[in-house]
């Protein structure tokens, strides 16, 4: 027998009112509103495959043509360490914050299509969709840079068993973040023509200013204060430390290579890094969904 509430609706020819099913409610059909959504984004990610390569195209590049282009000049600076390998976590990084970014933006095109407006309309909190979107956004940039962990071999970094639990646990996290990002960012944006100006003014600045292509030391003041308000900034460090624990490399090429980030004297300790980038999108979901009852 049934379980769901029933109403009855009045009908003008006098006949009885037929019971119609409503919605249910409960942690349980927000769950189930949750998993709908992510959902709809893995299926889309599996059938874009345009959207993977061009994912990797950027990562790889800037690995294996800049990484490459400049061992060479930069070897004696990095104590005979090769570049490539500096530059693999902060590459995974950012790749993760690409992908997270434009899974979190790409509500921008639901808008535009009009399909964000049949899912603002279900009898679900919008917050269920927001974190759909979140997970979807979160597990395809995840898995995306799985690919670019299964290249490590190839500029010098092991393939440690928990080294690699790690570095998927932190990218996890950090697209979880980014992807809560990219829906704060998109909850205003109407037109998807302004999607592209406004990422290139946020990601850009984010990749080159978080430490991913040059550590953070002996920069100007002014661009340490920007460093330091990178959520980027926090991500990177955390997956840089665990590649080199596993590298053997002199403690003082380690300390010039991963100087940390530090307030004023003081370093950051990885797990503040964490709760940082924790913190930080708890913030952002939050924000978001606070926009998103505005909106729409």
Not at 98 to 119: Q, Y
Request: charged share 10%; glycine share 8%; hydrophobic share 55%.
């Amino acid at each position: 027998m049934s379980t769901q509430p029933t109403t009855e609706v009045p009908r003008r020819t006098g006949a009885p009112p037929a019971p119609v099913s409503l919605a249910g409610s409960g942690p349980a059909h927000t769950l189930r509103a949750v998993k709908v959504v992510y959902q709809r984004e893995m299926i889309r990610f599996v059938r874009s495959k345009g959207r993977l390569i061009s994912g990797l195209a950027q990562p790889l590049l800037l690995l294996f043509v800049l990484g490459s282009g400049l061992s060479g000049l930069t070897r004696s600076a990095t104590g005979g360490v090769d570049f490539r390998t500096f530059l693999f976590p902060g590459i995974v990084a950012t790749s993760t914050l690409f992908t997270a970014i434009f899974a979190g933006i790409s509500i921008v095109w639901d808008r535009e299509f009009g399909f964000l407006r049949e899912m603002l309309v279900a009898p679900v909190p919008r917050s269920a969709i927001l974190a759909g979107k979140c997970l979807g956004g979160g597990a395809i940039a995840t898995l995306q840079a799985v690919i670019l962990i299964a290249l490590a071999g190839l500029v010098g970094v092991p393939y440690d068993p928990l080294m690699i639990i790690a570095l998927l646990a932190l990218l996890f996290l950090t697209a979880l973040a980014m992807t809560a990002f990219g829906l704060m960012i998109s909850a205003r944006i109407k037109k998807f023509q302004a999607v592209m100006p406004i990422v290139q003014l946020v990601l850009t600045p984010m990749m080159f200013l978080s430490g991913s292509l040059f550590p953070l030391t002996g920069l100007p003041a002014w661009l340490t204060v920007a460093t330091r308000i990178n959520p980027l900034s926090y991500a990177v460090e955390p997956m840089r430390h665990v590649v080199f624990a596993h590298l053997d490399v002199p403690p003082a090429i380690r300390d010039r290579l991963d100087p940390g980030v530090t307030w004023g004297s003081w370093v950051v300790p990885i797990w503040l890094d964490i709760l940082v980038v924790f913190g930080l999108g708890v913030a952002m979901f939050a924000v978001a969904a606070i926009q998103f009852r505005r909106t729409d």
